[in-house]
Structure formats: C-alpha cells, structure tokens
C-alpha cells in the first residue's frame, strides 16, 4: 500500500540548532502511528514538519522533502491552508476557541464558506458524534465551550478537527495533561477514528504507544532510530538504543 505520507531526508535547523537529521519515514494510511522518545529528541518538531506548522516559526530552515499522496508539501504550489484543512491537528493543552460548542466546531467549515444552517448543523453534529462527546453536549451547544471539563474540551478540539474533513489527524500529545478516564475516551476515540483517518500522535507514554498504535517511530537527538509495527518494536527491537529506552535504562 502507498503511503499516505512520506518524509525523504527532512532535516531542520532552528537557527544554528540542527534538530532534526535526515528524518526518512512512510507513514501508513489508515493505522494509527506513535512517535516516541525522550524529551527534546525533536517528536512535535518532526510531527509539526508535517503539516508544516514550523513554517510559522522564522528562524527555521527545512531540507528534504515530505510527500502527502506523492506530492511535495513543501512544493511551491501548495497552499498551506489548504494542507492543513486536510492534515488536522489537535494540540497538548486543549484550547477551544473563546465561543460556543457549537461555533468551535462550526468555525473551519465557516472559513470553507458554508453559511447553510442544516448543512453546518449536521456537519456539528457529526464531528461531535465522531469526537465521542455528543451525547455529553448536546443540549449546551450554545454555552460556552470554555465551560466543559479538560477531558471535554480535548474531544471538542478534535471534533472542530474533524469538522472540515481532514485525511490526516496530528495529536501531540493530546492527553498529557488529561486523567486516566479521559484519557482512555480519546485512545478509544483515536482506535475508531482509523478506519476514516489516519492518526499520527507524539506520546510521552511509551504504554499509551503499545496499547494503541499499529506502528511506532523512536526518534533520539533528533534522529530518528527505529520505525516499524508496534509489536515488534516493543518485543524485539533490532537497534540496542530503543531496546535500552523502552527498558527504561534511560529517558
Ligand atoms: N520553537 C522553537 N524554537 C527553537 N527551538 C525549538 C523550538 N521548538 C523546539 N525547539 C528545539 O528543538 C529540539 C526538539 O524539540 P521538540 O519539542 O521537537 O522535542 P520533543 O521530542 O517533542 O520534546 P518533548 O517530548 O519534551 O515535547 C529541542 O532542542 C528544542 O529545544
């Protein structure tokens, strides 16, 4: 199967920090995909590279190429607007919009131009539903989405995620700073999700990574290590450095 994307050779320096060296990895359409290492070894960096949030950041330079369906996104022709309705992302702190629940996540398909109300009515309803959190919500869509628990708002933050309709849904470590009851909300929410997306998350939590990704990415001083299945990374893995990390022997 092709990839859905592909990093060739992506290095990228802040400044005179070279934080990422020759990044080459294909990311599988369809399967959730779990970057893990210690902190500082460039994760959200790398994440971030791909759709290219970094490009707001002036002191960063890119080398390398990552492809989204075979195309360069760093090509000249494309429109970083447009990459990131279709590579979403949901950050480590949710951080819902200063509205209601129901314009946080009306708000990408407004800035799409649909103004129709049955239409943005149904497109609500269903990222809610798809976020898990519908049902929780449904008769305070007008209040204030700063109103609802942290765990909530996360799932409202993927919901105004889903809610254009991207390919690919970032998460950086989106339940860090969430309990262990929300936090399971989302990694089931993360495992239904697949069959629609493709997930790509950067966890602190090597258990949230065996538990619920397919594939998993150890990145270290901004290489990245070792890429493969799951499993296999965590049973057998072929380089002595992740097999000392996941061990616990350092990080
Ligand atoms: N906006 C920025 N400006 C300058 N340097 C940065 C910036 N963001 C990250 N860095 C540097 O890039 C390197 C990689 O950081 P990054 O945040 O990608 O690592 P990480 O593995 O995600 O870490 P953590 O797990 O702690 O979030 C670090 O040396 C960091 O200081």
């Given amino acids: 199967m092709e990839p859905i994307l592909e990093a060739k050779k992506l290095n990228l320096w802040y400044g005179p920090n070279h934080a990422l060296h020759d990044v080459s990895i294909a990311i599988p359409e369809h399967e959730i995909t779990a970057f893990i290492g210690p902190s500082g070894c460039g994760k959200s960096t790398f994440l971030r590279t791909l759709n290219r949030m970094n490009d707001l950041i002036p002191s960063v330079k890119i080398t390398g190429e990552v492809d989204f369906h075979g195309q360069d996104l760093y090509g000249s022709s494309v429109d970083p607007t447009w990459l990131r309705k279709q590579i979403g992302m949901v950050f480590q702190k949710a951080?819902?919009?200063?509205?209601?629940?129901?314009?946080?996540?009306?708000?990408?398909?407004?800035?799409?131009?649909?103004?129709?109300?049955?239409?943005?009515?149904?497109?609500?309803?269903?990222?809610?539903?798809?976020?898990?959190?519908?049902?929780?919500?449904?008769?305070?869509?007008?209040?204030?989405?700063?109103?609802?628990?942290?765990?909530?708002?996360?799932?409202?933050?993927?919901?105004?995620?889903?809610?254009?309709?991207?390919?690919?849904?970032?998460?950086?470590?989106?339940?860090?700073?969430?309990?262990?009851?929300?936090?399971?909300?989302?990694?089931?929410?993360?495992?239904?999700?697949?069959?629609?997306?493709?997930?790509?998350?950067?966890?602190?939590?090597?258990?949230?990574?065996?538990?619920?990704?397919?594939?998993?990415?150890?990145?270290?001083?901004?290489?990245?290590?070792?890429?493969?299945?799951?499993?296999?990374?965590?049973?057998?893995p072929a380089d002595k450095r992740t097999e000392d990390y996941i061990t616990g022997r350092f990080g």
């Fill in 95 to 236: 951080n819902p919009f200063p509205m209601s629940i129901y314009d946080n996540v009306a708000y990408g398909p407004r800035t799409h131009g649909i103004r129709n109300r049955v239409k943005l009515d149904e497109i609500v309803e269903n990222s809610l539903r798809s976020a898990a959190i519908w049902d929780e919500v449904k008769d305070r869509l007008k209040k204030s989405a700063l109103g609802l628990s942290g765990g909530q708002q996360q799932r409202l933050c993927i919901a105004r995620a889903l809610a254009v309709e991207p390919e690919v849904l970032l998460m950086d470590e989106s339940t860090s700073a969430l309990d262990p009851i929300s936090t399971s909300k989302i990694e089931d929410l993360a495992a239904e999700l697949k069959s629609q997306y493709t997930v790509v998350m950067v966890t602190h939590n090597m258990q949230q990574a065996a538990r619920i990704s397919d594939n998993t990415a150890f990145f270290l001083l901004g290489e990245l290590v070792e890429f493969g299945k799951t499993e296999q990374l965590f049973s057998t």
